[in-house]
């Protein structure tokens, strides 16, 4: 697969086949995704890898949590900025109706999307789940290093015939999640990465989000 077939496959996927990822494919896609480049190649991520009997006990532990709050424990570091300006603002919005539309959830149907949301943590059915974490001492250099790190991990598993789903939903859950997969203090975790095999069944997967053209985000100086 070339690179750019691997960048254009990849969507986020919401809805996985129960079929597993064998541990050593999800080693593979490590082994390769750590070549990814770094800031004084300080390499500064770290991955803790869910599948299995313990990946049912994450999800167990949280859906009962889920029940007492589904705002979970708060964030450890902002998500998005708190007054979000245009143009971030309305394709945030954007993104979030035509996922809800695509699925045939209204927009006043508040618990729907509530549900919707809560799929998340089941990991939207995927087999296996990756949780990133990050030094606390780390700038903001180094999470750019993290995501780059993460993006690397996302198109190779295309390559292995897989898909995945970014989560920063995770972080809500970062007290319990640090708990039960014994985070040390010095770790932050960010986000995890749902992987597994794309039910191509299920509309939630045939929605493919838009994106600005490039005019709006680049800037050609010279000839
Ligand atoms: C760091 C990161 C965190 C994300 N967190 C979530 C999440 O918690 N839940 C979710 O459904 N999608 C999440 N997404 C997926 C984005 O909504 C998605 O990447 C964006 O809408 C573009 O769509 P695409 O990935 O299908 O191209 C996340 C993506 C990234 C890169």
């Not at 697969?1 to 999800?26: C, G, N, Q």
């Not at 902002?78 to 927009?107: D, H, S």
């Not at 995927?126 to 001492?137: E, G, K, T, V």
Request: net charge neutral.
């Amino acid at each position: 697969m070339k690179v750019s077939e691997a960048l254009d496959s990849r969507l986020s996927v919401r809805a996985f086949l129960p079929a597993p990822v064998p541990v050593a494919t999800i080693r593979a896609i490590l082994e390769g995704a750590k070549r990814s480049p770094s800031g004084g190649n300080l390499q500064p991520w770290h991955v803790h890898v869910v599948t299995g009997a313990a990946l049912d006990e994450v999800k167990a532990i949280i859906k009962a949590r889920l029940a007492d709050s589904t705002a979970g424990e708060g964030t450890e570091y902002q998500i998005y900025p708190p007054n979000l300006t245009e143009p971030y603002r309305t394709r945030r919005f954007r993104v979030g109706e035509q996922l809800y539309e695509a699925i045939g959830i209204a927009r006043d149907n508040k618990f729907g999307r509530l549900m919707q949301f809560a799929r998340n943590f089941e990991f939207f059915g995927a087999p296996a789940a990756l949780f990133f974490s990050i030094d606390r001492q780390m700038q903001p250099g180094q999470w750019a290093d993290l995501g780059m790190f993460m993006q690397s991990v996302m198109l190779l598993a295309r390559e292995h015939g897989l898909d995945t789903c970014a989560q920063e939903a995770w972080a809500i859950w970062h007290k319990t999640l640090g708990t039960h997969l014994k985070l040390p203090d010095t770790l932050m975790l960010f986000a995890g990465i749902s992987l597994g095999y794309r039910d191509d069944g299920n509309p939630i997967n045939h929605f493919r989000s838009e994106r600005a053209p490039l005019e709006d985000f680049t800037t050609f100086l010279g000839d």
